[in-house]
């Protein structure tokens, strides 16, 4: 397990659990899935990776060229919580929770491990509402299946993620030179 984290004395949520239909601001039907397991959707997921623009990466992911970001995806797959926008066929947004800890015994016990949060929306659907619906849902996902403390980092000059994180319930529980930590506590 990771360091302990200090997180909110009161839950939030409660948060929409997916599938689910939201029009974005662009007045786009977006489809909000949670696939039973992130492989079923696997190469659509890749392609949406190989299409990310690498100076949106953060702490290095996700990976650049198409075998890594598969290998990556692969590596998390089976430990991971997830959630993906389409819009139409097409993959354009994915979040993860990645439990804290490699042992297996300790994933399956869900809410008593911290999940680190990382969330991606291609360039071409960001500033549209999407990664505020996505990440409502897959919040409410973590809560259906168990999981109670979430976690993430963000870079402390990203204004925008920072105030979508704090929206949600986010709220800051360390700071690193270029990070913010933020953790949120599910009902």
């Known amino acids: 397990m990771g360091r302990e984290r200090l997180y909110p ?16 601001r662009e007045g786009r039907d977006i489809e909000i899935q ?3 397991e992130l492989t079923t959707d696997l190469e659509a997921v890749v392609e949406m990776y190989d299409q990310f623009d690498p100076t949106d990466r953060a702490q290095g992911i996700p990976p ?5 970001i598969r290998n990556w995806l692969e590596t998390i797959a089976d430990k991971s919580v997830n959630v ?3 819009h139409g066929e097409t993959v354009i947004a994915h979040a ?4 804290d800890t490699d042992d ?3 994933i399956e016990d869900r809410d008593e491990i911290e999940w680190e949060l990382a969330i991606f929306v291609l360039q071409d659907y960001q500033r549209a509402g999407i990664g505020t619906h996505l990440l409502e849902h897959l919040l409410g996902h973590a809560s259906d299946v168990g999981i109670e403390r979430v976690w993430l980092t963000v870079e402390r000059w990203n204004n925008p993620a920072i105030a979508l994180y704090e929206r949600v319930g986010f709220e800051a529980s360390g700071t690193e030179s270029f990070e913010q930590e933020m953790s949120i506590r599910l009902e």
């Open 84 to 86: 993906i926008a389409r």
């Open 34 to 36: 949670a696939p039973g």
């Open 104 to 106: 297996p015994a300790a």
């Open 96 to 99: 993860m929770l990645v439990p």
């Open 9 to 24: 004395d009161e839950p939030s949520g409660p948060f929409p659990s997916p599938p689910s239909t939201i029009e974005d």
């Open 64 to 68: 650049t060229g198409e075998q890594r």
